[in-house]
């Protein structure tokens, strides 16, 4: 257990990236991403994923190794990242990670947790009422069933809010009481850095990298996936705004407003998923570098 996990986490928009290579330099290491969106090679503007000089600084791993065509999910990133880790440790008795998907980091630092199988029926009518009906019902049973699970999922996700629904029907008995029970332990410490800020300063930066965006581009690279819009990857903030845009539903200013106003959703259930690790070491977004790795040079001398 000599070998040490730095994870980064904190809401969208907050600096993760920066401080992931900034302390993978200072470390001479390398990052693996936990962002569950910059997987995927064709989505690179919309998930903010880092640019090729960000890429040029430090080796990353995990970042548009996919097409959003490919079936890949929770589980098979776990193995992936693990097998990963097992081989950078050779080498480096630090990684980084870094990702604001907080269920694929718990995958890594603390496994994944242990659901029974439920019929397929409950799923394909879950499936069936959201294509019917849409995804507010949905969320409407599930904040009955499980409002725990409600308050901290992506509830905007209709994958996780269908799995949440499966398992609250089939076993009547509550998503979130599956959650956080013993698993398979690690051959490595995890030590998990949070960035922060005052909650009018993340929404202003959360503004502004939307602006950015979409001088970058962004509604040039969702009409080159237009015809993949039924597809999981696709039901991203950012995505689905100007996909409505683009179907004649919503005005391109609109649209721009929604993706603002969703990402800003989105970054207040982040924190609420991250605030609940109590060992989390949380830091302002502008503390300096050498204060953090301070921090993180007392942890592993622990």
Same mark, same amino acid.
Request: hydrophobic residues 40%.
């Given at each position: 257990? %000599?070998?040490?996990?730095?994870?980064?986490?904190?809401?969208?928009?907050?600096?993760?990236?920066?401080?992931?290579?900034?302390?993978?330099?200072?470390?001479?290491? /390398?990052?693996?991403?936990? !962002?569950?969106?910059?997987?995927?090679?064709?989505?690179?503007?919309?998930?903010?994923?880092?640019?090729?000089? /960000?890429?040029?600084?430090?080796?990353?791993? #995990?970042?548009?190794?996919?097409?959003?065509? @490919?079936?890949?999910?929770?589980?098979?990133?776990?193995?992936?990242?693990?097998?990963?880790? /097992?081989?950078?440790?050779?080498?480096?008795?630090?990684?980084?990670?870094?990702?604001? +998907?907080?269920?694929? +980091?718990?995958?890594?630092?603390?496994?994944?947790?242990?659901?029974?199988?439920?019929?397929?029926?409950?799923?394909?009518?879950?499936?069936?009422?959201?294509? +019917?009906?849409?995804?507010?019902?949905?969320?409407?049973?599930?904040?009955?069933?499980?409002?725990?699970?409600?308050?901290?999922?992506?509830?905007?996700?209709?994958?996780?809010?269908?799995?949440?629904?499966?398992?609250?029907?089939?076993?009547?008995?509550?998503?979130?009481?599956?959650?956080?029970?013993?698993?398979?332990?690690?051959? #490595?410490?995890?030590?998990?850095?949070?960035?922060?800020?005052?909650?009018?300063?993340?929404?202003?930066?959360?503004?502004?990298?939307?602006?950015?965006?979409?001088?970058?581009?962004?509604?040039?690279?969702?009409?080159?996936?237009?015809?993949?819009?039924?597809?999981?990857?696709?039901?991203?903030?950012?995505?689905?705004?100007?996909?409505?845009?683009?179907?004649?539903?919503?005005?391109?200013?609109?649209?721009?407003?929604?993706?603002?106003? %969703?990402?800003?959703?989105?970054?207040?259930?982040?924190?609420?998923?991250?605030?609940? !690790?109590?060992?989390?070491?949380?830091? @302002?977004?502008?503390?300096?570098?050498? /204060?953090?790795?301070?921090?993180?040079?007392?942890?592993?001398?622990?």
């Amino acid at each position: 257990m %000599n070998k040490y996990l730095i994870s980064i986490v904190g809401p969208t928009a907050i600096g993760k990236t920066a401080l992931s290579i900034k302390l993978a330099n200072y470390f001479n290491t /390398e990052i693996i991403s936990a !962002d569950s969106r910059q997987f995927f090679k064709e989505m690179q503007i919309g998930t903010a994923a880092p640019d090729q000089a /960000e890429l040029a600084a430090a080796k990353h791993h #995990f970042i548009h190794h996919k097409s959003i065509q @490919d079936n890949y999910n929770v589980g098979a990133f776990e193995k992936d990242a693990l097998s990963c880790l /097992e081989d950078l440790f050779k080498v480096h008795k630090v990684v980084i990670m870094v990702g604001g +998907s907080g269920l694929y +980091s718990n995958a890594v630092t603390k496994g994944l947790d242990d659901f029974p199988k439920v019929a397929p029926e409950i799923r394909e009518q879950l499936i069936n009422t959201l294509e +019917s009906e849409g995804l507010a019902p949905l969320q409407n049973q599930l904040k009955t069933l499980d409002p725990t699970s409600y308050n901290y999922m992506a509830i905007d996700n209709p994958h996780r809010v269908i799995r949440a629904l499966e398992i609250c029907i089939g076993t009547n008995k509550p998503y979130s009481s599956f959650l956080n029970k013993e698993k398979q332990g690690r051959t #490595f410490k995890t030590i998990t850095v949070g960035l922060t800020a005052d909650r009018e300063i993340i929404y202003d930066r959360i503004n502004q990298r939307v602006d950015i965006m979409m001088a970058a581009g962004l509604l040039d690279e969702v009409k080159t996936l237009i015809a993949y819009k039924h597809l999981n990857a696709l039901n991203t903030v950012g995505y689905k705004e100007l996909f409505n845009y683009l179907d004649g539903s919503w005005t391109l200013d609109f649209a721009v407003s929604e993706i603002k106003k %969703n990402t800003r959703r989105f970054a207040k259930r982040q924190l609420t998923w991250f605030r609940k !690790d109590t060992d989390t070491l949380w830091f @302002d977004y502008k503390t300096d570098l050498s /204060e953090i790795v301070e921090t993180c040079q007392a942890a592993i001398k622990e």
